[in-house]
């Protein structure tokens, strides 16, 4: 039901942007999120924004260079980020919160609907 793409290779500096299209359902009244999760770490918030697009909240550690969004008339959900370190390596994951019309949650737990994850390599 959600499908991550645009994940690759990519120099220290460099941008990417991630997608993350629904299908079979809309899930334009739920707050959508990323996460990623490196080897040997656990799956880690990165950002989530709310239903309508109006409020955001980021990881500390990507504030100020990933810009979450989203199109709920495309049912898509956008990650662009920029100034990418070798710790942003990961593979990233869009999900939808269970409920609809509520907060940005960072807890793993609220998140019902996931998608199948991209890879992200930052090189050095």
């Known amino acids: 039901q959600l499908q991550a793409s645009g994940g690759g290779l990519v120099q220290a500096g460099g941008s990417l942007r991630l997608s993350c299209a629904a299908s079979g359902r809309s899930f334009s009244s739920n707050v959508m999120g990323w996460w990623r999760q490196s080897p040997g770490k656990e799956r880690e918030f990165v950002a989530g924004?709310?239903?309508?697009?109006?409020?955001?909240r980021y990881a500390d550690s990507v504030k100020g260079r990933f810009t979450i969004s989203r199109d709920n008339a495309w049912n898509t959900v956008f990650l662009q980020m920029n100034s990418l370190k070798p710790e942003d390596t990961a593979v990233y994951y869009c999900?939808?919160?269970?409920?609809?019309?509520?907060?940005?949650?960072?807890?793993?737990?609220?998140?019902?609907?996931w998608g199948q994850g991209t890879e992200v390599t930052v090189s050095s």
């Open positions: 924004i709310s239903w309508n697009g109006i409020s955001v």
């Open positions: 999900a939808a919160e269970r409920s609809q019309y509520t907060d940005i949650y960072n807890n793993e737990i609220e998140y019902d609907f």
